[in-house]
């Protein structure tokens, strides 16, 4: 039941993406066609402008362009990027691998720093290091996401020579070279997507693990006589992180928004790149199979999620012992 | 419950102390931005000096790479951010206001059908969804205002909706519903004065993420050309590779930091008052009864080498809430005595004071409380996770609640095994299911989670865990609290054997007179802090001396089948 609307929602959610990209260059100002040919219809006469429109099909009921935008979408066909002259699905393709590593690396990185940092301020609610360590995240949390990175190539790149500021490969390279210059060139923006997403795994674990420690469970854990490391990681920790866990959608959302300005501070080939040229260069195809795929990424990361969270809570496993044991339960 | 109230009020004078740190900043930030056009040395559109200058008397940030004086840029700068945020907010306050409150107020389709679009809104990816569209409608400040608020106002929504709904449940309300008051006077009369402060927090708070979007958005490309922001600068300062020379520590630096103090100023001020308008954050007014003035009644039983010696108790919590005064009983092996007080009696102070889990905030000011003759209230941490779960062992109320939901209870009664004993896990599953054997349960319900146990079964798993170590005392926290009566009599059974069997000294703490007169051997009753009578159960309940025991005994019902009557 719980599934089947999670699987309803998520085909809203991709419903909506679609349809509005298919209404954009509808309901924008100027002319659809022009969304398709940037800048370079100037000075054509109106004659082969219809023309034009007729051959994308744009003259004819709004109904049948919207499904047969459908059509070609199933079948894989996200237009043309203007920039490119190229299908927007394989320019996309190309770049989707280095956005993943980049997103999965940062996401694992916050999580583990973000969820100790928040358990730990819990932990020690109210005392001087617990409000230093709350303003601290608060104000990294306030600087934006592509000013870090602008600090991070001053400071690492410019001054210190440390790591490279852009790029993510270099074409000469192979075998172990190659891995060594992608891993040197993935430390700066790594770390300020990283920086910049830790605050919300932070507040969210603090906010839960206060809620947590004054659990019954947690009286009980130490009554048991257990050590207090014990009971912080082992009980309080553990259930803290269920919440957490289940609000990747807002996680996922935050880290494609950081890519898109990390991979444009730092030249970085990925997703986020893309859509920041595509922004320069008008590529409207292009922008809009990038919204989609992010759109299709934080859908999948939370189907993920959901099919993984029984893993982590036994209170929703569906097995045979626990229909069984509900109808036990008295009172 | 104590601790939260009290961390609670610390905490609470910190975060307000925060937010006039917040405000000062504000104020400070707002003026600027008002006065930009007098305070501003220079004409952020003309060029001034020479390119990438250097900071002068004259210019003290520089110039850019055109030679407009950066400081000026950067006053002129907080008028744009400032605006964009405040507007954008204002709208996405708005719409996420109405919103929230009709689905609320409304429920049924309409609700259904406007939660649908929160989800959606809330699942689309933020700056790939402005992106796209704030391109369409091409770039300006008006585009910036647009997307930015057409992505903030659902969390809003969804935030008030959930408020507005329990709203509507509260009884008064519902009882002007009944009484056929119209939903425009329901909403405008309760609703709209609750929901008020509620929105406040959540307006500052968007104003914040609005800030840094508007910065994102314009550092990509889609800000206003000629009114530009402090995202605008930092976007030019890229674009046009500050960093190739000094420059990018006068043209990169303040930006980003304005932003940021922005953020954070509106961050704290948000939070701030968030708490305030949470009734559930606040810290509880604590009741201060007057002490008694009648002297305690001693313990006529004294036994100094009982297993279990409170010994003229007296806790204090924080500077003058009193939490038990004077308080000393005995209980020795095999007897079994009941702790009975309503609740904000002491009896639970006296409780978590004998297993040495009073909260931080709470201080045994005098007397003792010796488990095998040994001071809990002398020992270092480390003595006293020694003694607990092994010399003496908890039993909770509610053991739903007091048992782990994500491990099974054979790992958790593995768990109190090993945490006083050196053996291996073997043999301490070994041990974990003699105990379930001793409490009644089945073998097969080592790898059950609690969750899938009954209330009963749950209550003799927390038991068998308090037996692990096999204490010498027992303290039993309202062990029968939401058992139905017959498991109510089972479990009192079952621990009143026990007791027996094992020579258990067992203190049952209890609001429940009737639940415990009949089994147990003394009863001990607490008021205010203080313990006003004890004596023997036909004593106690058969000739009370002080008033409020007799009112306790009074009020009793005394409808429940005895033990004797359930298993005959």
């Not at chain 1, 085909?11 to 298919?22: G, I, R």
């Not at chain 2, 400070?28 to 006065?35: F, G, K, N, P, Q």
Request: charged content about 15%.
């Amino acid at each position: 039941m719980v599934i089947l609307r999670r699987a309803g929602q998520y085909a809203l959610v991709l419903w909506a993406a679609v349809t509005l990209n298919f209404a954009l260059p509808h309901l924008a100002p100027g002319d659809p066609v022009g969304y398709l040919y940037v800048g370079e219809l100037q000075g054509l006469g109106e004659k082969y402008l219809a023309e034009l429109r007729a051959g994308y099909g744009l003259d004819r009921p709004i109904l049948e362009q919207y499904l047969s935008f459908w059509s070609g979408l199933l079948r894989g066909d996200l237009g043309m990027s203007v920039q490119y002259n190229r299908p927007v699905l394989d320019v996309l393709g190309e770049k989707l691998s280095w956005t993943v590593a980049l997103v999965g690396i940062s996401m694992v990185l916050a999580f583990v720093i973000g969820t100790l940092l928040g358990a730990w301020a819990a932990w020690r609610r109210g005392t001087a290091k617990e409000t230093g360590t709350v303003v601290g995240v608060l104000v990294v949390d306030s600087m934006p996401a592509f000013w870090v990175g602008m600090i991070l190539i001053a400071v690492f790149s410019v001054t210190l020579g440390w790591f490279p500021s852009y790029g993510a490969a270099t074409i000469t390279a192979t075998g172990g070279q190659w891995l060594a210059e992608v891993a040197s060139r993935m430390v700066l923006p790594v770390a300020t997507l990283t920086i910049a997403s830790i605050g919300g795994f932070f507040l969210m674990t603090r906010a839960s693990m206060i809620g947590v420690l004054d659990e019954p469970f947690i009286r009980l854990a130490r009554a048991k006589g257990l050590g207090e490391f014990r009971v912080a990681i082992r009980h309080a920790l553990r259930n803290a992180v269920l919440p957490v866990y289940t609000t990747l959608t807002l996680t996922v959302g935050v880290l494609l928004s950081g890519a898109v300005v990390v991979e444009s501070v730092f030249a970085y080939p990925g997703l986020g790149k893309l859509t920041y040229d595509a922004v320069t260069a008008r590529d409207y195809p292009l922008l809009q199979g990038a919204f989609l795929l992010a759109t299709v990424g934080i859908v999948a990361a939370n189907l993920l999620a959901d099919l993984t969270y029984p893993l982590l809570d036994p209170r929703v496993r569906r097995d045979r012992t626990a229909a069984e044991g509900r109808t036990e339960v008295a009172v | 419950m104590n601790v939260n109230r009290l961390t609670i009020v610390g905490t609470r004078t910190r975060s307000q102390r925060l937010a006039l740190v917040g405000a000062v900043l504000l104020g400070a930030l707002l003026l600027c931005a008002i006065s930009a056009p007098w305070l501003a040395p220079f004409d952020p559109t003309e060029r001034v000096t020479r390119p990438f200058a250097a900071p002068s008397a004259e210019h003290w940030l520089g110039a850019d790479d055109v030679g407009h004086d950066l400081l000026s840029m950067l006053i002129h700068g907080a008028r744009i951010s400032l605006f964009v945020g405040i507007v954008a907010a204002v709208i996405a306050t708005a719409v996420g206001t109405i919103v929230g409150v009709v689905a609320g107020y409304a429920r049924g389709v309409v609700d259904t059908v406007l939660m649908r679009i929160v989800d959606v809104v809330l699942a689309l990816p933020v700056l790939p969804l402005t992106i796209v569209i704030g391109v369409f409608a091409g770039p300006g400040l008006r585009t910036q205002i647009m997307v930015i608020s057409a992505v903030l106002w659902a969390g809003l929504a969804r935030e008030l909706r959930a408020q507005v709904l329990t709203l509507r449940e509260r009884d008064h309300i519902q009882a002007e519903r009944a009484m056929g008051a119209g939903p425009g006077y329901v909403l405008w009369r309760h609703i709209a004065p609750s929901v008020v402060p509620l929105v406040v927090p959540q307006f500052v708070l968007t104003i914040k993420t609005a800030v840094l979007l508007e910065a994102s958005l314009a550092f990509l490309g889609l800000g206003d050309i000629s009114a530009a922001s402090w995202g605008s600068m930092l976007s030019m300062a890229h674009a046009r590779s500050a960093f190739l020379t000094d420059a990018w520590i006068w043209w990169v630096i303040p930006p980003g930091v304005a932003i940021a103090v922005t953020v954070l100023a509106f961050a704290l001020l948000g939070n701030a008052i968030e708490e305030r308008s949470h009734p559930i954050l606040l810290p509880a007014k604590r009741s201060r009864k007057k002490a008694a003035t009648a002297p305690a009644p001693v313990d006529p039983d004294v036994d100094a080498g009982a297993p279990l010696v409170i010994d003229d108790l007296t806790v204090v919590y924080g500077q003058d809430g009193r939490g038990a005064t004077g308080v000393g009983f005995t209980v020795g092996a095999g007897e079994l005595v009941a702790l009975v007080g309503e609740s904000g009696s002491g009896k639970s102070t006296v409780a978590a004071a004998t297993m040495g889990l009073l909260p931080p905030a709470a201080q045994i000011v005098s007397g003792a409380v010796r488990v095998d003759g040994r001071d809990v209230a002398g020992m270092s941490p480390a003595e006293l996770r020694g003694l607990r779960g092994n010399r003496i062992a908890l039993i909770p109320q509610e053991a739903l609640s007091a048992l782990d939901p994500v491990y099974t209870i054979g790992s958790q009664i593995d768990e109190a095994v090993l945490a006083h004993r050196s053996c291996t896990r073997a043999q301490a599953r070994e041990r974990t299911l003699e105990l379930l054997a001793d409490v009644g349960l089945e073998a097969d319900r080592v790898d059950a989670y609690p969750h899938q146990l009954s209330g009963g079964m749950r209550q003799r798993v927390v038991i068998a865990m308090a037996l692990a170590n096999e204490p010498d005392v027992l303290v039993a926290d309202e062990p029968t609290s939401g058992l139905d009566v017959l498991r109510e009599a089972e479990v009192l059974a079952l621990l009143d054997e026990l007791r027996v069997r094992r020579s258990l000294a067992l203190l049952i703490v209890t609001h429940n007179l009737p639940v415990v007169e009949r089994i147990a051997d003394r009863i001990a009753v607490m008021k205010d802090g203080e313990l006003v009578e004890i004596g023997t159960a036909e004593q106690v309940v058969g000739s009370p001396t002080h008033p409020y025991t007799r009112k306790l005994v009074e009020s009793a019902p005394r409808l429940r089948p005895s033990l004797q009557e359930v298993f005959s």
